[in-house]
């Protein structure tokens, strides 16, 4: 409560609540006058800073201490009462805020809402960027919200390819799941193949080929 955030979204009027922000995104933004720098601080978020240590750090860098912090942490030290130790631990939490910033900035410019992409965040963490862009399908194991088609859209938006073996191994696994949904506890290969080569609109040989290898991986 009280962080400013960015918004976009769109107004509307709708037949029960009324004009309306209806947001498509939403991102934490850091304050950036002395006055909301010094209450971010002040709230013990940041591992490392309380409240005597906020004043002294808006007293000595003014609206220039997030940047500080976040960008040249080794100047921490011309405060007063910070030694090696406690620049390590600030300099730690402050990371950790610029990569959740930049993961969900990037995780909602791929379509992604403000609810889906904070559950990602809080699972992954810090690998989030890592995983997105190498392995966006197992989100669907891990994050619920995200299902193949959602994963489908963000490999095709970070340039996994329609054909890659990736996808074709998790077009395979959804068929898969899809089955144990409807009931079975068995599913003769040719099936399964059908289910995948319809929902991936790809070769029906490469998806035969990411098939074997699935099983001689015990994938």
Request: net charge neutral; with cysteine; charged share 25%.
């Amino acid at each position: 409560e009280g962080d400013p955030i960015c918004i976009s979204g769109r107004f509307e009027d709708h037949a029960k609540y009324g004009h309306r922000l209806l947001v498509t995104s939403a991102h934490p933004r850091l304050p950036a006058t002395e006055a909301g720098i010094r209450r971010y601080l002040r709230s013990g978020r940041i591992k490392g800073i309380g409240p005597k240590l906020a004043e002294r750090l808006v007293n000595h860098f003014g609206d220039d201490t997030l940047r500080v912090l976040e960008d040249d942490p080794g100047r921490v030290l011309e405060v007063p009462g910070v030694g090696s130790r406690r620049l390590k631990e600030l300099s730690r939490a402050f990371a950790e805020g610029k990569q959740q910033r930049e993961a969900l900035v990037f995780l909602q410019g791929l379509g992604l809402g403000p609810a889906v992409s904070g559950e990602i965040w809080r699972r992954l963490g810090a690998d989030t960027l890592g995983r997105i862009r190498t392995d966006p399908y197992s989100l669907t194991d891990e994050v619920q919200g995200v299902g193949f088609a959602t994963a489908d859209r963000i490999a095709s938006s970070v340039g996994i390819e329609a054909e890659d073996p990736l996808r074709l191994a998790a077009g395979l696994r959804h068929g898969l799941h899809q089955a144990i949904d409807q009931g079975h506890v068995c599913l003769p290969a040719p099936a399964l193949l059908e289910r995948a080569v319809e929902l991936l609109g790809s070769q029906p040989d490469n998806v035969r080929a990411a098939l074997m290898e699935a099983v001689a991986s015990e994938a």
